[in-house]
């Protein structure tokens, strides 16, 4: 028997799922939560076999259930089940260590292989979001080996460049000169393949390079 709680703020969704889920013979729902914080008080009482776990919640969201659960070291097997088919969402859900994703819009069919799957220790992707999770995981390895070809000081004058300072006031900031800060700035734009300062500042922020709320 496969133990698991859902955590989705609508009731209307938590009692169809866990009606559709009791069907089964070998799925059994232990505990709801109705938002994130909650989900995260549950489990410090009881750790199911998989979560279900939606993203859009009130108090807590999803992701921040997810990286709450990763600071908290609880061993739980998570399946996020949202309504989120951009591929930024599940790129940041498996980077804080999903186990599967699937969109609520999926019959129950694949509902109940992912919970299968999961239990297992499987992951379980949402066939239709594969290609783009591919293309930007490909994209993210060409971004992490053009960051690391900058040098420390080229990292600099790009952060600086990125919050809007200009090439006088980045050498002043560094204490260098405007011709060395000029030549920085044209290794670093061939170095990450953009054109101006724009294309770069957008590269800086896409990697997390800065805090944009800085």
Do not use: W
């Amino acid at each position: 028997m496969i133990n698991v709680m859902i955590a989705d703020d609508h009731a209307m969704i938590r009692e169809g799922l866990r009606n559709l889920l009791e069907l089964d013979g070998e799925i059994r729902v232990v505990e709801e939560a109705f938002d994130g914080e909650d989900c995260i008080l549950k489990l410090r009482e009881r750790i199911p076999d998989v979560l279900l776990l939606d993203i859009n919640m009130p108090v807590m969201n999803g992701l921040e259930v997810l990286e709450r659960i990763k600071e908290l070291h609880m061993k739980v097997k998570v399946l996020v089940l949202t309504v989120h088919n951009e591929v930024e969402y599940l790129l940041r859900a498996v980077d804080l260590g999903i186990n599967g994703y699937l969109l609520k819009d999926s019959d129950f069919d694949d509902l109940r292989k992912a919970i299968m799957a999961v239990s297992r220790g499987d992951t379980y992707i949402q066939e239709s979001l594969m290609p783009l999770l591919e293309s930007k995981m490909t994209q993210r390895t060409d971004e992490e080996k053009k960051i690391a070809d900058l040098t420390g000081r080229e990292m600099e004058v790009l952060k600086h460049l990125a919050y809007g300072m200009y090439n006088k006031e980045i050498a002043e900031t560094l204490h260098i000169s405007e011709r060395t800060v000029k030549n920085h700035v044209s290794s670093i734009f061939k170095k990450i393949d953009v054109n101006d300062r724009t294309q770069a500042a957008v590269f800086a922020i896409r990697n997390h390079l800065i805090d944009v709320h800085k």
